[in-house]
C-alpha cells in the first residue's frame, strides 16, 4: 500500500488530540472527587444536632437512676447535660466553624487529618465556667475540640470507644483533640473508665465559690422549673436544726475535695488542672496562660482576644487582627441571680468551708472563697 501524507495526517491528529482531552478530562475528574473527599471530612467535624437530640431523648430516662459517689443525689435537673447548652448549641456551631475558619484550607489538602479520642478532657464543674473556658480554648490553632457534651463516660460508655472516635473532630498530627463534659468530675465511675482509655489523659477543672455556684445551679434549674421550691428550703433537710441536704446536687457538686479523693486513685495531680471560674472573668488572658502552659502549647489565645461585655458581666472573644463583632456566649450565660436569705448564705458558707479547707491543701492552692 503507498504511503499517503493526507491519510497519515487524517489518522495521526485525531488520535492526538482526543488523547489530550482524554488526560484533561481525568485530571478534572480526579481534583472534583479529592475535592468531594475533603468537604465531607470538613463537614464531619460540625456536630450533628438531630443525631445528639435523639441521644439525650434516650438518655434521659436514665440520668434519673444515676447515683454520685455520695449517695443518692437529689437533683431537680432530670438532664444533666446543660440544659443551657440545647439553647446555645447553634452558637457553639458557629463558634466551632469560626475556629475553624483559619485551619480550613490547609485541612483540605492534608489527608493525614483523622479522628482521634482526646488528649485532654475537661470533666468540671457544672456551672463553673466550662463553656467559656472550651470556647476560648477553640481560639487555639492547634486545639479541635467537639462542641456538645459527649457524656460518654457517665453515660453512653457501653457503646464503646469507637462511638466516641466517631464524635471527635478531624485533627492532625500536633493537634490536640479535647472534649468538655461537667459531670465526669461527680461520677464515680468516670476516672477509672478514663484511665482505661488513656492513663496520660490530662484533665482540667473548672471549679467556682461552691455557694455561687449553687444559687447558679438553681438559678438555671428555675428558669426551666419555675414552680421549684425556694433554694433555702431545698438547702437543708431540716431548717430549723440547720441540717444542710447534702443528696441535693446542687449542693453536694460544690463538696470539691471529696470527689478529688476519688480522682487521685488513678491520676497524679500533675495531670490535673484546676481552673479559677472566677479569673476567668475577670483576668481571662492570665487564666488562659495556665491552660495553654498546662497543655504543651505556645501561648497563642492572649489578651488581644478578649474584650469584656459590662451588660453580660463575662469576656467576649474578638480576632485580633480584624474589625469583627466580638462573640460573646449565649444569651442563657449571666443570668441574675435570685435574693437569696444571707442567713442560709453563711450557713452554705460555714458548711463548705472544711471542705474548701481541705480541697486547697489537696491542690496546693488557695481560691480564697472563705
Not at 167 to 194: D, F, H
Not at 268 to 296: C, H, K, N, W, Y
Request: glycine share 6%.
Amino acid at each position: 500500500m503507498e504511503y499517503s501524507p493526507i491519510l497519515h495526517s487524517l489518522h495521526v491528529v485525531p488520535s492526538s488530540h482526543v488523547k489530550n482531552k482524554l488526560f484533561v478530562f481525568c485530571i478534572m475528574l480526579s481534583l472534583w472527587v479529592y475535592m468531594i473527599y475533603c468537604c465531607v471530612g470538613y463537614c464531619s467535624t460540625v456536630p450533628n444536632l438531630t443525631y445528639g437530640a435523639v441521644n439525650r431523648h434516650e438518655n434521659d430516662a436514665e440520668v434519673d437512676n444515676q447515683e454520685s459517689s455520695l449517695g443518692a443525689s437529689r437533683d431537680l435537673l432530670n438532664n444533666e447535660n446543660e440544659l443551657d447548652s440545647r439553647g446555645d448549641e447553634w452558637d457553639e456551631i458557629r463558634g466551632e466553624a469560626k475556629a475553624l475558619d483559619d485551619n480550613a484550607m490547609s485541612g483540605f489538602l492534608n489527608e493525614s487529618e483523622s479522628k482521634k479520642l482526646p488528649q485532654a478532657i475537661i470533666i468540671g464543674v457544672k456551672k463553673g465556667g466550662t463553656r467559656a473556658l472550651l470556647e476560648f480554648l477553640r481560639l487555639h490553632p492547634d486545639i479541635r475540640a467537639v462542641g456538645a457534651e459527649p457524656h460518654f463516660f457517665d453515660r453512653n460508655y457501653d457503646k464503646g470507644l469507637d462511638w466516641y472516635r466517631e464524635l471527635m473532630p478531624k485533627s492532625s498530627e500536633g493537634q490536640l483533640t479535647m472534649e468538655k463534659t461537667p459531670s465526669y468530675y461527680v461520677t464515680k465511675e468516670v476516672p477509672a473508665r478514663i484511665y482505661t482509655m488513656s492513663k496520660d489523659t490530662k484533665l482540667i477543672v473548672v471549679v467556682r465559690d461552691p455557694v455561687t455556684r449553687a444559687i447558679s445551679d438553681y438559678t438555671q434549674t428555675r428558669s426551666k422549673k419555675p414552680d421549684i421550691p425556694s433554694f433555702e428550703s431545698l438547702t437543708f433537710k431540716n431548717m430549723s436544726a440547720g441540717l444542710i441536704d447534702t443528696t441535693w446536687s446542687a449542693v453536694q457538686i460544690g463538696m470539691y475535695a471529696k470527689h478529688l479523693e476519688r480522682w487521685l486513685q488513678y491520676f497524679p495531680m500533675e495531670q490535673l488542672l484546676f481552673v479559677s471560674g472566677e479569673r476567668l472573668i475577670t483576668d481571662p488572658a492570665g487564666e488562659m496562660a495556665r491552660v495553654q502552659d498546662f497543655l504543651g502549647l505556645r501561648r497563642v489565645v492572649t489578651e488581644k482576644h478578649f474584650h469584656f461585655n459590662p451588660a453580660k458581666g463575662f469576656p467576649c472573644l474578638k480576632r485580633p487582627e480584624g474589625n469583627s463583632k466580638p462573640h460573646c456566649l449565649g444569651k442563657t450565660k449571666g443570668r441574675i441571680h435570685p435574693n437569696i436569705n444571707p442567713e442560709v448564705v453563711q450557713k452554705l458558707r460555714d458548711f463548705y468551708k472544711p471542705f474548701n479547707s481541705k480541697f486547697y491543701h489537696m491542690i496546693g492552692h488557695d481560691f480564697g472563697w472563705d
